[in-house]
């Protein structure tokens, strides 16, 4: 059995906000933000479903497929337009899909377990599984609260897996959730974010490299044959932390934080269409794909790009 990625897309809002246009309403500077987080500006606008339609029309293209070859949506989201129905058949609609469409929440690791969901479903006879990845997480967000307000972004990216018999590309996958850290960061109804930020930290550093360690264990290789490592993009501090543990020099991890700030579901796809845009993702290479974020939830995946 094997699936392969055969598109990717992304979609961000036009309105870039900066660590300076922030100092000028909360406690803050572009000196503190950027130095504790590696965030030098983010994307702020729209909705799940607007960018949600964008990336996946941007994948869809990519792919060179349409709407009647996908059978199957998952839209990971934290930040669902409505709490029914799902934001996933909103976005169905929109791209004229004609399949099964879910949402699915895993908070920031939500775009892996999508895609882990998704190998499943391909494994168990869908021919193409469209998954998205999208959040409009500003609209939590209290703008006083200077904790919050400086680390979350809108955005999204979608990409397309496809069944093949003969080519794999998701080698190993190693998921977790522990819902006794589920206070450690929250978002109640018609409330906003809130966070233990240093716990969430060490916790974070913790489940990616044990996860990434297993994970690259069960590929049967070592972080020494990684060309990069795709992470969620939360703090530029927690991905050093994470790379010297795993022994992965920071040249071969992907950073969209400074830009993008943490866009949750979005960020891994963000980030993998950057490293693409560059260069970096070459056929026959391996590469790591790891999310951590609320519940706490956890998932890594070794990938070895089939084209
Ligand atoms: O997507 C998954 C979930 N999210 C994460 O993974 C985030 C994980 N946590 C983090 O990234 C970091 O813990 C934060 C960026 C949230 C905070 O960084 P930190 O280095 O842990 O800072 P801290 O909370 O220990 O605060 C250090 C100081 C404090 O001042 P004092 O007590 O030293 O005087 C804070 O009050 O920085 C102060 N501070 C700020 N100052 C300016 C906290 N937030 C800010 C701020 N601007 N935005």
Redesign the pocket.
């Known amino acids: 059995m094997g699936a392969r990625f055969i598109g990717w897309g992304t979609a961000v809002p036009e309105r870039v906000v900066t660590n300076d246009e922030l100092s000028l309403t909360?406690?803050?500077?572009d000196a503190?933000?950027t130095e504790?987080?590696g965030i030098r500006e983010r994307r702020i606008g729209g909705t799940a479903k607007s960018l949600g339609v964008l990336a996946a029309r941007d994948a869809l293209n990519d792919a060179g497929v349409g709407p009647e070859d996908i059978d199957f949506l998952i839209l990971a989201t934290t930040t669902p337009d409505r709490i029914t129905p799902s934001t996933a058949t909103l976005i169905a609609h929109e791209l004229g899909l004609q399949c099964p469409a879910m949402d699915l929440n895993a908070?920031?690791s939500g775009f892996m377990y999508a895609v882990r969901t998704a190998y499943g479903l391909l494994e168990t006879g869908n021919k193409r599984v469209l998954v998205i990845g999208a959040e409009n997480l500003s609209r939590w967000v209290d703008w006083t609260d200077?904790?919050m307000?400086?680390?979350l972004a809108d955005g999204a990216g979608a990409t397309v897996l496809e069944y093949d018999p003969t080519e794999n590309d998701l080698l190993a996958f190693v998921l977790g959730a522990e819902g006794a850290d589920a206070d450690l960061?929250t978002c109640e109804h018609e409330g906003y974010f809130q966070?233990d930020?240093?716990e969430?930290?060490r916790r974070?550093v913790r489940v990616v490299v044990d996860s990434a360690q297993k994970a690259l264990d069960m590929a049967g290789i070592t972080s020494d044959d990684l060309s990069l490592i795709i992470p969620?993009q939360?703090?530029i501090?927690?991905i050093q932390a994470a790379c010297q543990r795993l022994n992965v020099e920071m040249e071969r991890a992907v950073v969209v934080l400074d830009r993008y700030g943490?866009t949750?579901s979005a960020s891994i796809p963000l980030a993998f269409a950057d490293a693409r845009q560059n260069d970096r993702v070459q056929k026959g290479d391996y590469a790591l794909l790891t999310g951590?974020?609320?519940g706490m939830t956890w998932a890594s995946a070794v990938v070895r790009w089939s084209r």
Do not use: E, P
Request: aromatic content about 10%; some cysteine.
């Open positions: 909360l406690d803050t500077s503190w933000i504790r987080t908070a920031c200077r904790n307000a400086v680390l960061l966070m930020g240093k969430v930290f974070a969620h939360a703090n501090r927690i943490n949750s951590f974020g609320a």
